[in-house]
């Protein structure tokens, strides 16, 4: 079993910048995406990047250049760095974990953070 938990949520200014991180705890595995996905008030849930265990990284084509995500194995946690925020980024953020479990991948889910870019 997995547990995500977020943290790094908030209310910030167009232009602003705001950090997520993600703490996987339970059993990880060397194979696990994680990554960070989000749902704007009356819209379906959207990805907005993902990463690998070596780094490697997929952003959404509206958050490149502007949201970077990091991973820390040692700790487990998946970071989200959100610069240039602009009110559409206004969403519920959900950190997630994907694993191949050579049937299909099984997704965990944090309980989700609110990010508010308002002035």
């Known amino acids: 079993q997995v547990q995500l938990v977020e943290s790094g949520g908030g209310l910030v200014q167009p232009g602003g910048s705001l950090r997520l991180s993600c703490a996987a705890s339970?059993?990880?595995?060397?194979?696990?995406?994680m990554g960070w996905y989000r749902r704007a008030p009356g819209k379906q849930r959207e990805l907005v990047a993902s990463?690998?265990?070596?780094?490697?990284?997929n952003y959404a084509g509206s958050v490149k250049g502007r949201f970077t995500a990091s991973r820390d194995n040692a700790k487990n946690t998946v970071y989200l760095q959100m610069n240039s925020l602009k009110p559409e980024d206004t969403a519920v953020y959900y950190c997630?974990?994907?694993?191949?479990?050579?049937?299909?991948?099984?997704?965990?889910w944090g309980q989700g953070t609110q990010v508010t870019v308002s002035s």
């Open positions: 339970g059993s990880i595995f060397s194979i696990d995406v």
């Open positions: 997630n974990l994907a694993r191949d479990s050579g049937r299909g991948y099984i997704n965990y």
């Open positions: 990463i690998t265990r070596g780094g490697n990284t």
